[in-house]
């Protein structure tokens, strides 16, 4: 067994779930399971692989791209406000649990002794 | 193979239109009286938008009244699955947590098929958040195989692939991330496409695993797939992942003679655990390439086996990251606590379904302290080998092709007990999620019980043109 009930409690917490009783041990019983099975990627030697963090592998032809105005990086622009305006603050407050514009309103953050 | 008789295409849509047999309302209030009837015991949309799909219809009908030349998708029912986000109209990610959440602006692959004059008719049912194999995920409920109701559609985007296979559209968006276009696409007798990570943006689709994710078409053809995918590709300032790398006309390219292309044939993806009608359809599909002059290559491709383990944990790492921000803050569901970590539990305990709990829980596990180099360091060296497999095979061959699920579509309910059993439904599609290569299922006939079965073509990076050409080919062998 890899997976403890502190463990699933402890991640529950870092991820912000509340879980019942009966979730606790339902989940435990599954992540042991599926962590077991993850196991197999132990039996691959990676010392000396570099790891893949994106999308596209290292090599691939991807950006084939003019350089505009001698700019190095052409997935990043200048860090000037464009289109929409302010008018968006109105539809995205309208979909907030409690609005008070220009705000999203929030229980109180008490602290924690510990 | 190929279309059922009296089924829309788009260039069918566009002839009639042109010829004016059928106005562009008239088709879209067929398409929703379709819906009306079938939907019910399908569930494959959750939300119609027939306000925004006639104001829409009405302006391809002005074009034909003027006799202005008609945009590529003129007229053509399109269906978005409900994770990609439509302004103005509901988006719920298949999930509670979204259930009354309403976008403030269109993903760029919606704006682009709008602007071809593709008419958006509604959102429809996947699995939460995106998460899942079956559509059996959905907050909504399941949505049953239009081929066989008490069976799955496959998932994720087993509403969009139900929808186009039953009629209810002529071209749908669905998203894959491990196989969620694909195997829907072959559970449901339809092409499937996922394009090359980066080829199509993903400003707009709510994100599940952001190096994975990829939106793309399903349809009744491959020449329709190809079309839908030459308006939707190119780069978008708005996501910084989409390739700066020109759009072929996929069209085109896709119906050139496959004569002397070498398809790669892995025997990692024909070992035990197939279903033998699937394993007999998809040699039989191998054959009628070998037929029309393809050359058979044998590959290995070594780490196949170690795809599922690898993706269960980057996709899963993202995904915890991504869903972090489901909080009942800024937008979705919000149930009280007494603090503001109360809030946040309370919300997502209540808001997210147990699949994506699973999911949000495993990830954290193997990014969390102690664990990080043993889990996700080392699955993204594997990702890298996973890669590495591809980039290998294509310096041998144009395609590799496979079948595209191990089984057909299984009954509602018989793999839900499981979760890894149910993860082990995405054995083949998984490596080319990883390594970002493009894949289509494509249909190449159905079992004994009439259960449609897909092949799958994987290409090298930005190679959609030798893909659609293989599908192509097998479509019309």
């Known amino acids: ?114 | 193979m190929g279309v059922k008789n009296g089924e829309w295409t788009i260039r069918g849509v566009r002839e009639a239109l042109e010829g004016k047999r059928v106005s562009a309302r008239e088709l879209t209030q067929q398409f929703y009286s379709r819906i009306a009837q079938r939907n019910p015991e399908l569930n494959a949309f959750l939300a119609l938008c027939p306000e925004r799909a006639n104001a829409q219809a009405d302006g391809i009908d002005r074009l034909v009244a003027e006799g202005k030349p008609l945009p590529p998708l003129a007229g053509v029912p399109f269906a978005v699955k409900d994770v990609i986000s439509t302004r103005g109209v509901r988006t719920t990610c298949g999930s509670r947590i979204l259930e009354n959440h309403v976008p403030a602006y269109d993903a760029t692959a919606v704006e682009r098929i709008e602007q071809a004059g593709a008419i958006v008719l509604g959102k429809t049912n996947c699995d939460e958040f995106a998460m899942g194999s079956s559509n059996e995920n959905s907050a909504y409920g399941p949505v049953r195989n239009p081929v066989a109701l008490d069976r799955v559609p496959g998932g994720s985007s087993g509403g969009s692939a139900a929808a186009v296979a039953a009629g209810l559209a002529v071209a749908a968006f669905g998203t894959d991330t491990g196989g969620s276009i694909r195997q829907p696409g072959a559970l449901c007798g339809i092409p499937a496409m996922m394009p090359t990570y980066g080829r199509v943006s993903r400003y707009g689709l709510i994100a599940f695993a952001s190096s994975l994710d990829r939106i793309g078409p399903f349809a009744t053809t491959v020449a329709d797939v190809a079309a839908v995918l030459g308006v939707i590709a190119g780069r978008d300032p708005l996501d910084s992942t989409s390739a700066n790398v020109a759009v072929p006309d996929y069209a085109a390219e896709a119906s050139k003679p496959v004569s002397g292309m070498r398809i790669g044939i892995a025997k990692e993806y024909f070992a035990e655990g197939m279903d033998p009608a699937v394993r007999q359809r998809v040699e039989a599909g191998i054959e009628a390439l070998k037929r029309l002059g393809c050359q058979p290559v044998e590959l290995r491709m070594p780490h196949t086996g170690y795809a599922i383990a690898t993706y269960y944990i980057v996709a899963t790492a993202e995904a915890s990251s991504n869903l972090a921000r489901y909080d009942g803050v800024r937008y979705g569901l919000r149930v009280d606590g007494s603090d503001l970590r109360g809030m946040y539990k309370k919300t997502r305990g209540a808001g997210f379904g147990p699949e994506v709990k699973r999911r949000i829980m495993l990830g954290a596990y193997a990014l969390s302290a102690g664990y990080y180099h043993a889990y996700y360091l080392k699955a993204q060296k594997v990702r890298a080998l996973v890669a590495r497999d591809f980039l290998e095979a294509f310096t041998k061959c144009d395609v590799v092709v496979t079948p595209t699920s191990p089984v057909p579509a299984f009954r509602l309910g018989e793999r839900t007990a499981d979760p890894l059993q149910m993860y082990l439904a995405d054995i083949y599609t998984v490596t080319g999620s990883l390594a970002g290569v493009p894949g289509i299922s494509v249909p190449c006939g159905t079992t004994p019980e009439g259960l449609p079965v897909g092949l799958q073509i994987f290409g090298p990076h930005f190679g959609e043109a030798q893909v659609l050409r293989v599908a192509h080919a097998i479509e019309t062998a």
């Open chain 1, 1 to 114: 067994m890899k997976l403890s009930r502190d463990d699933v409690l402890r991640v529950a917490e870092l991820a912000h779930l509340e879980l019942t009783e009966a979730e606790v041990e339902t989940y435990r019983a599954q992540l042991d399971s599926i962590l077991t099975y993850i196991e197999k990627l132990n039996e691959l030697d990676t010392a000396r692989v570099e790891p893949m963090a994106g999308g596209t592998p290292a090599g691939v032809r991807g950006q084939e791209v003019e350089r505009s105005g001698g700019q190095e990086n052409p997935a990043l622009r200048e860090d000037t406000p464009g289109p929409p305006g302010a008018e968006i603050a109105e539809a995205v407050l309208k979909g907030a649990p409690d609005p008070s514009k220009p705000y999203f309103r929030v229980p109180k953050v008490i602290e924690r002794e510990s």
